[in-house]
């Protein structure tokens, strides 16, 4: 038997696969602890963190000194011996036969290994996204936004993407982005769902997945003014069947994390077993009740009102499982809900509120397929009948009964890694305050 004497390419989430042989990694000096013959570098690659272990001897002179100069951050290409170590963090060290240095990283890298203030780092958020729990994040959410992806394809949804330039307002027209078009106005799409309307009647059941705007005036942990959102939409779904899928999606969702991104929950902190528990069904409350549970409770709130931040956050400590609230008054909510036909005060409309206190993860309702009833309603909200005319033709042609539902990947994200606030869980967020990097 031949021994292997050229390393081969991986990746420290796959290095296990090449225990005891020469493996090639590429990344960067994570941090580093020397005696003086023997240098510890922590290198991360983008999947993980190993232990890279460089003696003086195998190095010799030159590079060992080099390397023990190296500033966190340059970045390195290490080859050498894969050996299982108990001790080393992750299970893994590697033996460093060769190395070599790509670029030498500037000193003074602005985010060290002690506390810093979250200003300060989403000053260096460029930069932030590099360590363990910010990469954590990201991978979560990437998995989040696939098995989105994976459940709606498999459920017979069709993506079709909605425009992000738009003439009209889907959600009110108070936080509206506007910007200037070739002499006219266009303003960056608040949801994908008017489109979805469109595309339910030449696809059935569709989905939009992509980013979205509201110029949101209060700054709290769980508004950003540009987020992701996916929006499911189908041709004669009604409001139960909605809420099933709804359940069913979410449930999915928070499946694939755990099974998926163990390492991720654990970098951030978040113990699985509370997200086992996010399994159908999902309890249900009426508005009515919400209301007076609040009130009994000692918040101030009166039948009719908006719900805000506090009284989500109340409402969704209620269970360890997210929360339908269902039947809003009709006042308070969007102008395409289709009322409830015994009551119409109120609409056939629900959001789903996810537990220990994250509040609003999902806003969902059946629409109005009346063409009078639609038009009544855009008078009511002061909207500009001209610029729904194409969506009023919808109602023209061969109109049906029709759901579905917005949920906010930021939320979602935010709620799967337990975060504080929605920030952490954009690559770039964009608030109120702050559009940069
Ligand atoms: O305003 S929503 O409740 N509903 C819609 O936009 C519908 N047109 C969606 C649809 O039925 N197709 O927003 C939906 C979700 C909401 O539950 C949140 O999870 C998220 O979008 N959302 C936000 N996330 C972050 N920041 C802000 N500002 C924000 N606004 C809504």
Redesign the pocket.
Known sequence: MSEQTEARDTTVSAVSELDGKLARLKGWLYNKRSSGKILFMIIRDGTGVIQCVATKNEMGEELFRRLDGLHQESSLIVEGLVHKDHRAPGGYEIQVKECRVVSEAWPDYPITLKEHGPEFLLDQRHLWIRTPTQRAILAVRAEVMRSIREFLDNDGFVEVSAPILTPSA??GTS?LFSTPYFGEKAYLS????LY?EATIMALGKVYCFGP?F?A?KSKTR????E?W?V???AAFMTFEELLDLEERMVTFVVRRVIDRCSKELEQVGRDPKDLERIVPPFPRMTYDDAVKLLQENGIDIQWGDDFGSPHETFLASQSDKPVFVTGYPTKVK?F?MEPDPERPEIVLAS??LAPEGYG??????QRIHDYDLLVQRIKEHNLPMEAYDWYLDLRKFGTVPHS?????????VAWMCHLDH?REASPFPRMITRMRP
């Open positions: 889907c959600e936080t608040q949801s994908g769902q979805n979205t509201r949101e769980r508004h950003l003014t987020f959102m929006e499911p939409e969007a395409y959001d789903l609003e993860i999902i806003g969902g309702s579905g539902f917005g949920l906010g990947i930021e939320r979602f929605l």
